[in-house]
C-alpha cells in the first residue's frame, strides 16, 4: 500500500504547528508568565524551548520520516534484530489514546461555549451566575457528552476523508483563520482602556516577582513548559514526519513550528493580561480564566457577544487542531498495525475513542466522588498528570536515547535523515551536548513531575 504524502510544506508545517498548538498555550502560558515574573519568565521559556524542545522535535520528524511508518512500525523499521525499542512505540499510543479521553472533553467544553456566547446567553448575568454556568455545564453528563461525541465524530470524519483531502486541507483553513481571530482579539484588548497596566506587568522583566517565586522555580517552569507546549514524545510529530518528503532540513522546519506555537502563546496572553487589567480582574490560574473570567470580562465589553464568540470559537480551533493531529497519528497506527483502510482504522477509533472519553465526561458529575489524586481531583486530572509528568517526558527520552546512543539508531544516522534537504542544518557539536546534557535535563523534569 503507498504510503499517503501532504501536499504541501505549508501543510505540514501548520499540522505539525497545530499539533503543538492547544489549550495550554492559551491558559498556562499567560498565567505562568505573569506568576514567573513577566518578560524575565519569557526569556528562560525561549531559551529552553531552543535547547530542549527543538532538538528533540528534529529526533521525533527524523524517526518518522526515515522509517515512512507510524510510532509502534517506525521503530521496528529502524531498530536492530532483537532491540525493544519499539516498546516505546505502545507507550506512545497509550499516551495518544490517554491524551484523547480527556482533551475531546475540554474541546467540548469549548464549543459548547462558543455556542453559549453565540446565542448571547451570557448576556446580563453577573459575576456569580457565570461562575454558576461553569458548574451547572460541568454537572451534566448530556451536554457534556454531546459535545464531546460532536468533537470526536467530527474529528474522525475529517481524518477519514484521507491525508491531504481531509486532515491538511482543513487544517490549513483553521489555523489560518486561529492566526487571524488571534492577531484581532490582540490588538482589540492592547486598545482597552487601563489594558497597558496589563501590557506592563505581562512584558516587563520583574525580578521582584520573580525572586518571590524563587529562580529555581521559575526555571523549572519555564523549562517545563517550553518542553510541554510542542507535544513531543508520543509520536504526533513523527507521523507528519513520515508524511513528508526530503527537500528540507528537519532543524529549519521545526524552527519555524517551534516559532508558531510561542507565537500563539504569546498573543494569547496579549488578549487575557491587558482584558483582566482593564477590567480589574485578577488573571487567575487555568481553567477559572477561560470559562468563569473572561466570559465577565467579555459582559463588560462593548460588543462583548462578539468578542467572546470570537475568542471560544479560536479555543475551538486551537484545541480541534490538536485533536485532528492525534487522531491522524491513532488511524495510521491501526492501518500500520492491522493492515485496516483508513475507513476501518476510522470505524473502530469512533467507538473506542468514545467509550473511552466517558470516564473524564463523568468524573465531573456521575463518578464526581473518584478523586484519584486526593480530594478535589477529578478523573480528568488523572489522565492529564499520567501524559504530562509521565508518558511525553519518558517518550521524549526514549526518542532521545534512540538517535545519539549506539544501542538505538545511532547519532550519524540522526544526523544524515536530519540534515537531508535545504535550510538550517544540525551542527556537529551537538552530538556532546544531546548525548550527555539533555538526557540529564529530561531525567530532571521527570523526576520534577513525579514529585
Known amino acids: 500500500m503507498e504510503r499517503e504524502k501532504l501536499g504541501s510544506r505549508m501543510g505540514f508545517i501548520l499540522l505539525s504547528a497545530g499539533c503543538a498548538i492547544g489549550i495550554g498555550n492559551v491558559w498556562r502560558f499567560p498565567y505562568i508568565t505573569g506568576l514567573y515574573g513577566g518578560g524575565v519568565f519569557v526569556l528562560f521559556y525561549l531559551f529552553f524551548l531552543i535547547a530542549m524542545g527543538v532538538p528533540v522535535m528534529t529526533m521525533e520528524f527524523a524517526v518518522g520520516r526515515a522509517s515512512r511508518r507510524s510510532i509502534i512500525k517506525s521503530f521496528t523499521e529502524l531498530e536492530r534484530p532483537g532491540q525493544k525499542w519499539h516498546l516505546n512505540g505502545y507507550l506512545g499510543m497509550a499516551g495518544n489514546y490517554l491524551l484523547m479521553m480527556f482533551y475531546t472533553t475540554v474541546a467540548g467544553w469549548m464549543l459548547y461555549y462558543f455556542y453559549q456566547m453565540l446565542t448571547g446567553r451570557f448576556t446580563g448575568k453577573d459575576k456569580d451566575q457565570v461562575a454558576e454556568m461553569f458548574g451547572s455545564m460541568l454537572g451534566s453528563p448530556q451536554v457534556l457528552t454531546v459535545t464531546m461525541?460532536?468533537?470526536?465524530t467530527a474529528g474522525i470524519l475529517i481524518c477519514s476523508l484521507g491525508l491531504q483531502k481531509g486532515v491538511e486541507r482543513?487544517?490549513?483553513?483553521?489555523m489560518s483563520l486561529l492566526l487571524l481571530i488571534i492577531v484581532v482579539l490582540a490588538v482589540h484588548s492592547m486598545t482597552l482602556e487601563g489594558g497597558m497596566e496589563g501590557l506592563k506587568f505581562y512584558l516587563l522583566p520583574d525580578f521582584e516577582r520573580m525572586k518571590e517565586v524563587g529562580i529555581s522555580e521559575t526555571i523549572t517552569a519555564a523549562m517545563n513548559q517550553a518542553f510541554f507546549t510542542?507535544?513531543?514524545g508520543i509520536g504526533a510529530m513523527a507521523i507528519f514526519g513520515s508524511y513528508i518528503d526530503k527537500k528540507r532540513t528537519l532543524l529549519g522546519e521545526s524552527v519555524n513550528i517551534a516559532i508558531l506555537d510561542t507565537f500563539v502563546a504569546f498573543v494569547s496572553g496579549l488578549i487575557i493580561f491587558p482584558s483582566c487589567f482593564a477590567f480589574d480582574i485578577s488573571p487567575d490560574m487555568g481553567p477559572q480564566l477561560i470559562f468563569i473570567t473572561l466570559p465577565n470580562v467579555f459582559n463588560s465589553m462593548a460588543g462583548g457577544r462578539i468578542w467572546g464568540t470570537l475568542f471560544f470559537i479560536f479555543m475551538t480551533f486551537a484545541a480541534f487542531s490538536t485533536i485532528l493531529a492525534?487522531?491522524?497519528n491513532i488511524i495510521s497506527c491501526g492501518m500500520d498495525l492491522f493492515h485496516w483502510s483508513r475507513k476501518k482504522s476510522c470505524m473502530v477509533n469512533l467507538a473506542a475513542l468514545i467509550v473511552l472519553s466517558l470516564p473524564c465526561v463523568f468524573g465531573y458529575n456521575l463518578w464526581s466522588a473518584i478523586?484519584?489524586?486526593?480530594?478535589?481531583?477529578?478523573?480528568?486530572d488523572l489522565e492529564d498528570f499520567l501524559v504530562s509528568n509521565l508518558i511525553l517526558p519518558i517518550g521524549s527520552l526514549c526518542y532521545l536515547l534512540f538517535c545519539v546512543t549506539r544501542y538505538g539508531w545511532g547519532f550519524d544516522r540522526y544526523m544524515k535523515e536530519t540534515n537531508t534537504g535545504e535550510g538550517l542544518k544540525m551542527p556537529g557539536w551537538i552530538r556532546i551536548y544531546v548525548t550527555y546534557i539533555l538526557p540529564v535535563l529530561i531525567v530532571f523534569l521527570i523526576i520534577q513531575g513525579i514529585i
Open 230 to 232: 510542542l507535544s513531543l
Open 371 to 380: 478523586q484519584p489524586l486526593g480530594e478535589g481531583s477529578t478523573i480528568l
Open 326 to 328: 492525534v487522531f491522524e
Open 170 to 174: 482543513i487544517t490549513k483553513v483553521m
Open 149 to 152: 461525541v460532536i468533537i470526536v
